[in-house]
């Protein structure tokens, strides 16, 4: 695998560190607005003195479908559709400016159920409501 | 006289018939690849998107590894993955085909040892390395969906 590892690899295994130390309980998220969304929440963390905001969006993406010939062979047209797809992001921030964006990176949705599980507390939740008689 | 020349047309008939046997070959042999690559191409997305399924029930798993449950639901979601892996490694490029064969010796070590010892470092690897060869793959499929 080392032969093979890119920045691209790093950017996943840190991902998945930051899974882990979640799901270990090492790093604590908490609850916060947005950047895209005022309905929608995001999840903040202070990793390494660093600040990191993680989130889900909707974006509108285009898929090329088919490809169309047009008036001459040497101008191609794609035939794309337009799509409501489901985005996460995980900025860093610097100075709350936001310095660098993962976004779409694999790995990233499975943090993000994770944190939102973490952050909402859903686990002492269902222990108070266990425990009443 | 021109009926003499009848006598030679069977053996002329019989070696041209030669070359057009290996042209039909051929063409068969291109029509079988052509057939195999559609066939891969469909199929390639809707095997990446069960992969990234598997990648996101072990992340699930993982947080219930400590329980034998957990590590029982981890190895039942590692048989089912290694089968959708073995899939697309034949689908997919050099790059992504030597992910792939990493993979699946990770996995195959994991299911060796599965009873001994401590397992959660190789899971977590095992996770990590899944969505290595997801990104090389996000790349591959979006190039084959642009024709390339």
């Known amino acids: ?133 | 006289m021109w009926w003499d020349l009848w006598g030679y047309l069977s053996p002329i008939a019989d070696w041209a018939s030669l070359p057009s046997l290996v042209v039909s070959g051929l063409a068969l042999f291109e029509i079988t690849r052509l057939r195999r690559h559609i066939i891969d191409r469909v199929r390639l997305p809707v095997l990446v998107a069960s992969l990234r399924k598997h990648g996101k029930n072990f992340a699930d798993h993982l947080k219930s590894y400590e329980s034998p449950e957990g590590r029982q639901e981890f190895s039942l979601e590692i048989a089912k993955c290694e089968t959708n892996l073995r899939l697309v490694r034949t689908k997919i490029s050099r790059t992504g085909r030597q992910r792939a064969d990493e993979l699946l010796k990770l996995i195959k070590g994991y299911r060796a040892s599965d009873a001994t010892g401590d397992q959660t470092e190789a899971a977590w690897r095992i996770y990590t390395d899944l969505n290595g060869l997801l990104e090389e793959l996000k790349n591959f499929v979006a190039e084959q969906r642009m024709g390339a």
């Open chain 1, 1 to 133: 695998m080392a032969a093979i590892a890119t920045s691209k690899d790093k950017a996943v295994q840190f991902i998945a560190k930051l899974l882990r130390l979640t799901q270990t309980g090492a790093i604590e998220w908490s609850v916060g607005p947005s950047p895209h969304d005022t309905d929608e929440i995001a999840f903040t963390a202070s990793i390494e003195e660093r600040m990191v905001r993680l989130y889900q969006f909707n974006e509108e993406v285009r898929t090329v479908t088919t490809w169309d010939d047009a008036d001459t062979m040497l101008s191609i047209r794609p035939n794309s559709e337009k799509r409501i797809t489901r985005s996460t992001a995980l900025d860093v921030l610097s100075d709350g400016y936001v310095a660098y964006t993962f976004k779409n990176q694999a790995g990233l949705s499975d943090l993000y159920d994770s944190v939102a599980y973490a952050a909402s507390k859903v686990e002492d939740l269902m222990d108070a409501v266990l425990a009443k008689a």
